[in-house]
C-alpha cells in the first residue's frame, strides 16, 4: 500500500472515532475473507466476473405491451410546460391536486433552512455552485439537462470536416474515442448500436412547446450510441437529501454534459455527424445497459462497478458505425438488488418499490396516474412523480438512493474485494453483507455527521 493509499484510507470511514479503527480491522479481515474465498473460487475467473459477463441479449425481458416514451411525459420535460399540464388536470386531480408546472417554479428558490442538516446558506450556495455551469454557461435553455437541441448539445452540425477520416479497424476506432472519452474526463465509456426503443418519440422541446420528430427534424440518422459516465464526488453525495448534494449532482451533470459536447466536436471533426445528449433525445439507463457499463438497478439508476450508482450518463449520436460495439454485461446486480432493498428503505417519498422486478407499475393500474411509466419491461418499476414531489419540497435534489446504496464505495482496494464476494455469492450471503454494510455505518442518509464531514473534506487536498 502506498502513502496516497494510506492518506485515503484515513478519510474513507463515514463514522468518526476510536471503535471505528476496531471495525476498520474488522471489515479488512472480512475483505480479506472475500478475497480469499474468491481466491478459493478462482481468483482470476472472480476478477474477470467483476468486470462481468457478456450478455448476447438485452439482459432486461421486453413484451409487446412495451411502446417508446413520449418525450411530453418524461417528468422533467412535463414540468417545464405550462401547455402540458394544462393540456392535462386528470393528472393533476389524480396526484394530490399537485401542479408540476407551478409546483417547479418555486424549486431551488426558497428560504434558508436548518443549517446543521445541510440545508443552510453554505450548502444552498454549494448547490448553486454545481448546477451554474451546465445550466449557464454551456448555453442550456431554462429547461436545464432536458434542453434538447441548446448549448453543447445544439443540433447544428459546425465544425464538420469536410473529410472523412478512415480508422484501421473498428477496434482502433473505438480505441480512439475511448480515449478522447477518458481524456475529457469519462471514468467509463461504451458504444452501442442505436436503439429506437430507448429514444423519446415523439420529442418534445419544452423551452418552445413544439413536438419533433426523429425523421423531419433530427439532422441525420443515427447509427451509434457512445455512452459517458462521469462520477460524483463521495464525500457531498453521502450528504444526501441535505443541499450540499446538490454540488455534486449538479457538478456531476456539467460535466457529463462537457464531456459529451467535446466528444460531439471530435466526432464531427473527424468527418462524421454528431449530436451531445443528457437527459434528452433518450434513456440513458437502458443505453447504458446496452453499452455494457453496469446494470439496472431497483434504484432506477444504473450501476456500474466501482462507482455503483454514483456517476451521471451523457451520451453522443453519431451516424458513424465503424466501431466495436460492446455487449450488455451481468455484473450481478439485479441478484443484489433481490435481497437488498437499502434504496427502498431510504427513500424519503417511498418512490422506490420493495417488491420484485415486474411488467409494469405495481402501485397502480389507473392511466391517469401512471401517464409517466413504461410497461412492457421486466423491472424494478418505480413512481418518479413521488421522487420529484420530494425533491420539490425538500427544495434541493435528494440522491438518498445512491448514497444508501452498498455498490456507492470509494474505490479502495477492500471494498472491491467484497464486490468481488458478491457478484460469486448466493442470495442470503447477499443480506448478510447489506446487514454488514449497515453494521459498518455505509448509506446512512439524513444524517448531519456527514454534512459536518462533508466541510472538512477540503482537508483531504
Ligand atoms: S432521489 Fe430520493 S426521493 Fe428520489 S427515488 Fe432516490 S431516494 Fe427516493
Ligand atoms: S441499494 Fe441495494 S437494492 Fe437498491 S440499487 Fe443498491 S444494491 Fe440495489
Known sequence: MNEHDMKDEQNDTPEKSTTNESRRNFLKLGAAGAGLAAAAAGGVTVLKRMEGLPLDH?????????????????????SFSKKLN??????????????????????????????????????????????????????????????????VASWEQTMLAKEKYKFASPEEATLCIKSAARLFGA?????????ERWDYNPLYDAATDEVLTWEKDFPFKPRSVIVVMVDMDY???????????????????????????QLAVFIRQLGYQAVASMNDLGMNVPYAVAAGLGEAARNGAVITPH??????????????????????????????????????????SKAITLGDPSWGPEYSTDPDYIWQASKGVFKFHNDAKLCFKFWIENDGSCAACIASCPYNKPDFWHHRLVDAQNVIAPGPVHSFMREMDILFGYGKVSDPERVTKFWKSGAKI
Not at 103 to 119: L, N, T
Open 58 to 78: 438485452f439482459p432486461l425481458p421486453i413484451n409487446d405491451e412495451y411502446v417508446r416514451i413520449d418525450q411530453r411525459n418524461q417528468i422533467n420535460t412535463y
Open 86 to 151: 394544462d393540456d392535462h388536470p386528470e393528472r393533476t386531480k389524480k396526484f394530490h391536486d399537485w401542479n408540476f408546472y407551478e409546483k417547479k417554479k418555486g424549486f431551488f428558490i426558497g428560504p434558508y433552512r436548518d443549517k446543521a442538516a445541510g440545508q443552510g446558506q453554505l450548502d444552498r450556495a454549494l448547490g448553486a455552485a454545481g448546477f451554474f455551469s451546465p445550466v449557464s454557461q454551456l448555453g442550456y435553455k431554462s429547461t436545464g439537462m432536458d434542453s434538447l437541441n441548446a448549448g
Open 307 to 348: 462507482y455503483g450508482p454514483r456517476v451521471r450518463v451523457a451520451k453522443i449520436y453519431t451516424d458513424f458505425d465503424f466501431v466495436e460495439y460492446a455487449k450488455p454485461r451481468d455484473f450481478g446486480v439485479a441478484s443484489f438488488c433481490k435481497n437488498c432493498k437499502r434504496c427502498a428503505d431510504s427513500c424519503p
Open 235 to 261: 464525500d457531498a453525495i453521502a450528504t444526501a437529501p441535505a443541499w450540499t448534494t446538490d454540488g455534486a449532482t449538479g457538478d456531476g451533470y456539467g460535466k457529463a454534459i462537457k464531456l459529451a459536447g
Open 187 to 195: 471514468v467509463r465509456c461504451g458504444i452501442t448500436p442505436r436503439d
